[in-house]
């Protein structure tokens, strides 16, 4: 899918901010930052997620759709998000997590990005509790690019984690309504899985 604008400049000439869009930025003095690009009703669920994920220790940025339809003309791509407060979240943290999700039906979350070893530590934690995981190759979600959010970041390494609408409809009763989606007892599992993987680059 191409998207709509190509870089945040052209978005902000048409969409308007706190009606279309809405920004969330809590900066931390943190190693890792953790970002969702397309939360809202762009990919429903992955603010939930980033937020819980970064809490009270980690830098925790978002960029929300809140049109009531139509949320996907909000989506930048990771190599091409621009926003100011995004780009800074990235530079300032060593290490960044970016929260996606894609339209698979499936229950595998695709693990992508240029840090190796948190990588393989975020699959391996994943699979040790009972969820499906690989690292990808997948056009499209590998987030090898350096030029993708979750890479620049002072390490020039991060981790892109692409989780599919199968899960997230496990991870969230009511996916797609936000004033009434609850967390089911399989998303604090998830967060709390993934924040045992990050600990030892928590430093």
Excluded at 23 to 32: A, E
Excluded at 62 to 72: C, I, S, V
Excluded at 87 to 107: E, L, N, W, Y
Aim: aromatic share 8%.
């Amino acid at each position: 899918m191409t998207d709509k604008y190509k870089n945040f400049a052209e978005l902000e000439q048409y969409e308007t901010a706190d009606e279309d869009y809405t920004i969330l930025y809590r900066g931390l003095d943190s190693k890792l930052a953790v970002m969702a690009l397309h939360g809202g009703g762009i990919e429903p669920g992955t603010i939930d997620i980033a937020d819980a994920l970064a809490g009270d220790e980690y830098t925790f940025y978002a960029f929300k759709g809140l049109k009531k339809t139509g949320n996907k003309a909000l989506h930048i791509s990771s190599n091409a998000f621009d926003e100011a407060l995004g780009v800074k979240a990235s530079h300032d943290a060593f290490i960044v997590i970016s929260i996606h999700g894609s339209k698979d039906r499936t229950q595998t979350v695709h693990i992508g990005g240029r840090h190796q070893e948190l990588k393989q530590n975020i699959r391996e934690a994943l699979i040790a509790s009972g969820f499906h995981a690989e690292l990808t190759d997948l056009p499209g979600l590998r987030g090898i690019n350096p030029e993708n959010i979750c890479n620049r970041c002072k390490g020039g390494k991060g981790v892109q984690l692409e989780i599919p609408r199968g899960l997230r409809e496990k991870l969230f009763d009511r996916l797609d309504h936000r004033l009434l989606r609850k967390k089911t007892i399989l998303f604090y599992r998830f967060v709390h899985t993934l924040r045992e993987a990050l600990l030892i680059f928590k430093g």
